[in-house]
């Protein structure tokens, strides 16, 4: 083995990892008598998150060729009220599972287009992009919808299939053990999360991804297309987030014009927290996957405590946001001086 | 060489074709939508003088309409065109910020912990100074962010957009702060026949530009939003010309969120300003301006937040409701900076120059 | 085609909106030789450039290439590399987040069995590459952490490691060092050994007869001429390329300070900035024009920044004028009369989408403050007079400045100067990158500006040009101030040579 040195870029990952680590141990420390130190606590913040971490994969994806993506939320709105109106209207839970991936590529393809071959803003693109899904929604119903047992079966037994863990279990008061759970969403998400991790290593697609955010003319210049594989983030980015959609359905089973509001937001905050810049070229889903779990603790803390404003889990997002912004500046500011 | 340029030549290079337009066609549509259906196909532009009960005698019309619920983006397009020109990026926060200045001005006037009152615990100018304040803080603590740690903008203003509005609602102490008072009032309703909004704005818009006339600002903040370092060499500095940009914005943010406050009658954390940063992000867009930063145009810029208030207003008398509003928003944003991109531009001139070339050879 | 060509492009031409950018112009490329293209700013080389690697859409004329069948036409550079040309430009055009491996291999990358990129094999065979070419640098490491030097060679690695029969070098050593030249015309001869047609464009034009075989020069978008170098001798190269008989950059004549009475400007003493310049002392009198020599990196660019304040100097004392003053920032110097003309015209000159004239008044409006804006009149009588002083090429004074050539460019930004009246004025290679006739003209306002009692920094790579216009020379070399030098004796090409090598030549 080679000794490798370890760069900014690797001790902002690690310093991610160390908070989230500090972080859930605090919360043990404050609530293990609520349940805070079982296993379950844990995969239930995956659970609910399964979505997000989808989301949030995507949306490095984009974050690295320099891009930004905030239709996400919104999209996540639009699928859940396809999927909850056509499986209402009797179709079958897979073909709307398709149907809603589908809707998923044509969306990133019309933004890919925008900003790859128009070269129009990201921003912009992807903001008329989260118009166009939200009011789309409320085109759609504008009904709060639930998926039931009657509704479609299938999708109700998907949802709460629980796929029990081997170990970390514990026995309740009555005496029964219980074993750790995780749902088929979460499944989902850690399969996305592995595929997009070698896929950003060991791909040329991955590497161009990197490239592009790196120095665009310069990827260009060495022969790369760039405009294409920008299309092709911006596709990845809307595929992720309809499968993420589903894991998200699945945990909710309902449908709303409000929902997933803001979730944009906490996927970008997820993935800067894990290091990946706006600016583009540096980052990793692993990181973003840390980001995801910090917020997810958060809340959860949050939560168990029970007696905290509602507003407090944003209000704490800030400040780590906040923290590793600085952070992130402090070592932009060292590494300019060893160059200078 | 020098051949005069024609007329149509000349319209093509001003930089007030495109927001101009926009609102060309809105009117359009609204004239053909009023004819179609037999009203009298001018009633968008019919302004009337009406008795309400509340306020007297009032000036009453779509356009007042437009004009008047339109104010709060205006306002804080002013500010994001100076901070999308200094600093090649936008703010955020803008409409989280305002509803922050909406809650800590209510709360100022009501105190701590109430929820609804008739009466001011303190004197109007303090919560309106307070809410004010609290908007140039946000705006400092953004620009500092930006100017200072050298933070891209949309990260650095992402902390605000997520905390703001929250930090809002512990203010309020999570409930929705009533003040149900005719001086608080005031800013959301009418100052004779004309909507205080209006004027304020108006009042707004003319201090900035004779700022920006009197003074070379006009010219920093462009030179620093195109070349930082370049301008640091000349004797600029860059870094207080860019935070003293977030600070205004976060002025202009102050002013909107009080404005939406009062509006309301309340401060209701979830809902004011929510969404208003893409509108006024999408104004500055709108105008004509670069979000790639650098040269500005702030008559651009508001002409395009009232476009925008415009479309909102056209949707809602074509009968679309305010959730399914946003498509047709969405469709007519991506038209708009569709035309306008480089490679669309690009085609059009080549095939202009084919066309012509085939002309010349017939 | 003759034998042995690889390239012939053929009656190549060219049109951007209004000009004629290429008429009629052709370019022959043999196996195994170094070309130069030679041209004035705006001759066109970069045009012709930009139509061999397919960035450019030319309207007549062929190109053909060696091996292939008919006309070739590139619409980009991925073609331009299919038919083996590559391309490597002034700016560094590689990504300085990847590896330098990758840097090597991206777009090509070797792939395994399962279609994924073999890291392993071509981390080896970039170590091999760079081995090969006695570059020591770890290939797994991001390209940022090197210089730009370094980076330079990678990119040249780059486009060697493609098989390219053509190598177009497009103006690589305007920021490398004489040492860093050097290892790229051994570099350059190798690759000519092994057949490759290289095309090299550059300012400098002892580096042409340092390593060309022949020359094509091209004047206003046509094709003048083709030569062997042995043909055509410094003075004739000039004359092709400007046109017109040019009295070899003329010498200047030189106003002789009598430093002992003229008043101390500038007195620096033990100023330094961490990291960049160990404590120098400095004295600089009215009228007098001391030029900086050094190599590059060798501080003397970071001098003349801690004096104005662009980097701020971390220790000593400077006396403007006698008086102890404090300078924090570039406006603070330019308060106490100075002014400073970056090297970087690109990244530190231009505000690029501003009209000329809002680029001219800008220092001075600076100086003045905020809230007193020069009125609109006087801000286009003073862009008028010095578009007629410096004659700017200009379609008037309120074109955007980047739509000038780099030479123009460079006019405006010494006009912003002169425009605030300074006293001591900075010019940090005022010189580089533009054309023959353009340089000329600067060299001869600095010394104008000393005559009216200015002084003047004189900062450049060419000891030629510096000797022309100094009375005195300032020696950098590792950050040091290590020499002084004054008198017609001293200020010759080979004192200032050996001044800046220094005496022990082990390290250098």
Not at chain 1, 102 to 120: D, N
Not at chain 2, 193 to 202: E, K, L, V, Y
Not at chain 3, 253 to 259: A, G, L, N, Q
Not at chain 3, 492 to 506: L, Y
Request: aromatic fraction near 6%; proline fraction near 3%.
């Amino acid at each position: 083995m080679k000794k490798t040195k370890i760069n900014g870029n690797t001790l902002l990952l690690l310093i991610t990892i160390a908070l989230f680590v500090v972080m859930y141990i605090g919360g043990i420390a404050a609530y293990g008598s609520r349940g805070f130190s079982r296993l379950q606590t844990f995969l239930d913040i995956l659970k609910t998150n399964a979505g997000l971490i989808c989301m949030a994969s995507g949306l490095t994806v984009v974050m690295l060729t320099a891009g930004i993506d905030i239709s996400v939320g919104a999209l996540v709105a639009m699928d859940c009220m396809i999927l909850a109106c056509g499986m209402e209207a009797g179709i079958g839970a897979v073909p709307m599972m398709i149907i809603v991936i589908l809707i998923g590529l044509v969306f990133g393809a019309v933004q890919g287009f925008l900003v790859g071959y128009l070269e129009i803003q990201p921003f912009i693109v992807t903001m008329a992009g989260m118009f166009f899904a939200r009011g789309m929604t409320a085109v759609i119903s504008t009904d709060q919808k639930s998926i039931t047992e009657q509704i479609n079966p299938l999708f109700y037994k998907l949802a709460n299939i629980k796929i029990k863990l081997p170990f970390g279990g514990y026995t309740n008061r009555k005496g029964v053990y219980m074993a750790p759970n995780i749902s088929v969403g979460v499944v989902i998400a850690l399969l996305v999360l592995i595929l997009i991790f070698l896929m950003l290593r060991y791909t040329k697609f991955g590497r161009s991804l990197y490239a592009i955010g790196g120095s665009e003319q310069s990827a260009a210049m060495m022969g790369l297309n760039v405009k294409f594989t920008k299309m092709k983030a911006y596709i990845l980015s809307s595929f992720l987030t309809s499968i993420g959609a589903i894991c998200f359905c699945l945990n909710t089973m309902a449908a709303s014009v409000q929902q997933a509001l803001g979730y944009e937001m906490d996927a970008i905050s997820s993935a800067v927290i894990g290091g990946t810049l706006l600016t583009g070229g540096v980052g990793n889903v692993i990181g973003t996957f840390f980001g995801v779990l910090i917020n997810g603790t958060i809340s959860a803390i949050v939560k168990t405590n029970g007696k905290l404003a509602s507003s407090w889990p944003s209000i704490l997002t800030a400040a780590l946001l906040f923290l590793f912004i600085v952070i992130q500046s402090i070592f932009a500011a060292i590494r300019e001086k060893q160059k200078g | 060489m020098a051949k005069e340029k024609t007329f149509f030549e000349k319209l093509k290079a001003w930089p007030l074709l495109l927001p101009v337009v926009a609102l060309i066609l809105v009117m359009a549509v609204n004239i053909i939508y009023d004819a179609v259906n037999g009203n009298n196909p001018f009633s968008f532009f019919t302004i009337t003088l009406q008795n309400t009960t509340a306020n007297g005698t009032v000036l009453y019309g779509r356009i007042i309409d437009i004009l008047n619920r339109g104010s709060e983006a205006a306002i804080l397009a002013i500010g994001m065109t100076l901070v999308v020109s200094s600093s090649a990026g936008t703010d955020i926060s803008v409409g989280s910020v305002m509803s922050l200045a909406a809650s800590v001005c209510c709360v100022t006037l009501a105190g701590y912990g109430v929820s609804s009152t008739t009466e001011l615990a303190r004197p109007l100018i303090v919560g309106v100074l307070a809410g004010i304040a609290i908007g140039c803080l946000c705006g400092a603590f953004n620009g500092f962010l930006v100017a200072h740690l050298k933070i891209q903008p949309m990260v650095a203003t992402l902390i605000l957009f997520t905390a703001a509005r929250s930090i809002g609602l512990l203010v309020c102490n999570d409930l929705i702060v009533y003040v149900r008072n005719p001086q608080f009032g005031f800013f959301g309703s009418f100052f004779g026949p004309i909507p205080t909004p209006i004027i304020i704005t108006a009042i707004c818009v003319a201090v900035t530009a004779l700022v920006l006339s009197k003074t070379a600002l006009g010219t920093y903040i462009q030179s620093v939003g195109i070349n930082a370092k370049a301008s640091r060499i000349a004797g600029l500095n860059s870094k207080t010309i860019i935070f003293m940009t977030y600070m205004l914005c976060g002025l202009f943010a102050g002013i909107a969120g009080i404005i939406n406050g009062s509006r309301i009658t309340s401060a209701d954390s979830n809902n004011i300003g929510l969404y208003m940063e893409l509108d006024a992000i999408l104004a500055v867009a709108l105008g004509g301006n670069s979000l790639g930063g650098g040269k500005f145009n702030l008559a651009g810029s508001i002409i395009g937040a009232y476009t925008i208030q415009a479309i909102t207003t056209t949707l809602y008398a074509l009968g679309v409701s305010s959730a399914q509003a946003p498509v047709y928003k969405a469709v007519i944003v991506i038209i708009i900076v569709a035309i306008q991109a480089p490679p669309v531009k690009a085609y059009f001139r080549k095939r202009n120059a084919a066309k012509a070339a085939v002309a010349k050879e017939a | 085609m003759e034998k042995d060509v690889v390239l012939e492009a053929r009656g190549i031409t060219m049109t951007f909106p209004g000009v004629k950018a290429l008429d009629d112009v052709q370019l022959t490329l043999r196996k195994g030789e170094i070309h130069a293209l030679m041209g004035e700013n705006g001759a066109g080389k970069s045009t012709l450039i930009k139509c061999l690697t397919g960035i450019n859409d030319f309207e007549s004329g062929e190109i053909h290439i060696d091996g292939i069948d008919g006309p070739v036409k590139n619409h980009s550079t991925r073609d331009a590399q299919n038919v083996g040309i590559s391309t490597v430009y002034q700016e560094v055009n590689l990504c300085p987040n990847l590896s330098v491996a990758e840097n090597l291999f991206i777009g090509r990358e070797p792939l395994t069995a399962l279609h994924t990129i073999d890291r392993a094999s071509y981390n080896k065979r970039s170590q091999k590459i760079m081995d090969d070419l006695g570059i020591t640098v770890d290939v797994t490491q991001n390209l940022e952490n090197y210089s730009l030097a370094i980076q330079q060679m990678v990119a040249i690695a780059r486009a060697v490691d493609m098989d390219c029969k053509v190598l177009i070098l497009d103006e690589p050593t305007s920021s490398l060092d004489d040492e860093e030249v050097e290892k790229l015309f051994v570099l350059m001869r190798s690759l000519r050994e092994k057949g490759v047609a290289i095309v090299f464009v550059t300012h400098f034009l002892e580096q042409v007869y340092a390593v060309c075989d022949r020359i094509t020069v091209l004047r206003n978008g046509t094709f003048v001429g083709e030569y062997p170098v042995e043909e055509l001798p410094r003075v004739k190269l000039v004359a092709a390329m400007m046109g017109k008989d040019l009295d070899d950059l003329a010498a200047i004549e030189k106003e002789t300070v009598d430093i002992k009475n003229a008043e101390v400007v500038i007195d620096a003493e033990k100023l330094a900035h961490i990291g960049t310049v160990k404590p120098f002392d400095l004295k600089i009198h009215k009228g007098e024009v001391i030029g900086v020599g050094g190599l590059l990196g060798s501080g003397r660019s970071e001098l003349a920044r801690s004096i104005y304040g662009a980097d701020k100097a971390n220790t000593g004392k400077l006396k403007v004028k006698g008086n102890e003053v404090k300078i924090n920032q570039p406006i603070d110097a330019m308060n106490l009369g100075m002014g400073m003309l970056p090297d970087d015209r690109k990244a530190e000159g231009i505000i690029g989408d501003l009209s000329i004239r809002e680029n001219i008044i800008l220092a001075v409006q600076a100086k003045r403050g905020t809230f007193k804006p020069i009125p609109m009149k006087k801000q286009e009588e003073l862009a008028d007079y010095y578009i007629d002083l410096l004659s700017i090429k200009c379609p008037g004074r309120e074109a955007k400045i980047n739509q000038l050539s780099g030479g123009n460019q460079q006019k405006v930004i010494l006009a912003r100067w002169l425009a605030t009246d300074a006293d001591f004025l900075i010019l940090d290679e005022p010189t580089r990158g533009i054309d023959v006739g353009t340089k000329s003209e600067i060299q001869k306002l600095v010394v104008d500006l000393a005559k009216q009692g200015k002084s003047i920094m004189f900062i450049s790579s060419e000891i030629s040009e510096m000797l022309r216009t100094c009375n005195r020379m300032v020696i950098m070399r590792d950050g040091e101030k290590v020499n002084e030098l004054s008198g017609e004796d001293q200020l010759t090409q080979d004192g200032v040579m050996a001044a800046i090598a220094g005496g022990d030549k082990s390290n250098g």
